[in-house]
């Protein structure tokens, strides 16, 4: 557990690599670790006083806020890549943007971010919502366009084994066989849409569990690649720019997605042949995060499977995070208590 008493936003980092020092893989990872949990720090912060009130909207706002903010305060030369969404549709966050202080010598990196997976979670008091961030150097993660995508995602038993193009049936097979299992015993993430029933139909007739949830799937792709979490795969189409930060995830974790853009209409399907994006192509992990450094952070916002949500108490919260380095293999799961009033005494009690 770590105690603080900065309040966020948090001042400017010092410990960043210069553009042009040591690139030895690696390095980038361990100088930002810190500066990247403060930023999703910051978001879960703001977006968890709104737990429950029915705004998703507001509490949307507020996460991206509080992103951008601490974002602005830092050493580095970023460019968002995965954000709100186009420049004409979010006032911040949007991709292109430019975050950071750009000071003389800060490294360049990209950025994706989703300041609140989950926003109807939180408005309602759900589980698993969560505030994420994967940072990598330039040209390091995907520049995915606002569509859905096909995923199939899988801890590291089986990554490698399986093939999004061959039949439900045939993947949950080698999914059970990698884990030693059979078929019944496997549960498998769906997100509860209308376009998923006949997957949810063909998952059922093999036989294989099945977990619906209304929104989060990349808290979903990190369960699927924790073992004692009870998920084994999450199959089914979600949003594109998720499907990246899921892949930077697998990065860090050993497991694998693989996906297909499946553009929404014509139009969205004319955009993405203009990106150069091949609509008949399988992505694999390290296309969709291809950088030798990669940092993949999340802040529990509400209770779930693998962080707590925001805890406040009256002298301060307290914040469960992860953060994770692709070429370091750095795993750390960090509770924070930070402190805001510094005269009133704050009883620890362990969770």
Aim: hydrophobic residues 45%.
């Amino acid at each position: 557990m770590m105690l603080s008493s900065t309040p966020t936003p948090a001042p400017a980092s010092t410990s960043l690599p210069q553009a042009t020092g040591d690139r030895t893989p690696g390095h980038l990872e361990r100088a930002i670790m810190n500066d990247v949990v403060t930023v999703v720090e910051a978001a879960a912060l703001a977006a968890g006083r709104l737990m429950g009130q029915g705004n998703n909207r507001e509490a949307d706002q507020a996460a991206t806020e509080a992103m951008r903010t601490t974002l602005n305060h830092l050493d580095l030369a970023g460019t968002i890549v995965i954000g709100e969404g186009e420049r004409d549709e979010a006032p911040m966050l949007y991709i292109g943007e430019k975050v950071g202080t750009w000071s003389q010598g800060c490294p360049e990196i990209d950025i994706a971010v989703d300041p609140l997976e989950g926003t109807n979670l939180v408005a309602k008091g759900l589980p698993n919502s969560i505030a994420v961030m994967a940072v990598s150097g330039r040209n390091g993660l995907f520049h995915a366009p606002d569509t859905y995508m096909e995923k199939l995602i899988v801890g590291p038993a089986a990554a490698g084994k399986v093939d999004i193009t061959a039949p439900v049936k045939t993947n949950l097979a080698i999914i059970a066989m990698a884990l030693r299992r059979e078929i019944s015993d496997l549960t498998i993430v769906i997100l509860e849409r209308e376009r998923h029933l006949p997957l949810i139909e063909e998952v059922r007739s093999a036989g294989a569990r099945i977990r619906l949830i209304g929104d989060g799937d990349v808290c979903a792709a990190i369960s699927a690649a924790v073992r004692g979490t009870a998920v084994h795969a999450v199959m089914g189409v979600g949003g594109a720019p998720e499907g990246v930060l899921a892949a930077a995830a697998m990065r860090c974790l050993g497991g694998e997605i693989q996906a297909r853009i499946k553009p929404r209409n014509e139009a969205e399907a004319e955009r993405c042949r203009r990106m150069g994006i091949d609509l008949d192509k399988v992505y694999f992990t390290r296309d969709l995060a291809p950088g030798d450094d990669i940092v993949f952070a999340a802040t529990g916002i509400t209770e779930g499977d693998i962080l707590h949500g925001v805890r406040y108490f009256g002298a301060g919260h307290r914040t469960y995070s992860l953060v994770m380095g692709a070429a370091t293999g750095q795993i750390r799961f960090i509770d924070t208590v930070h402190v805001a009033d510094r005269k009133t005494p704050v009883l620890l009690e362990r969770f």
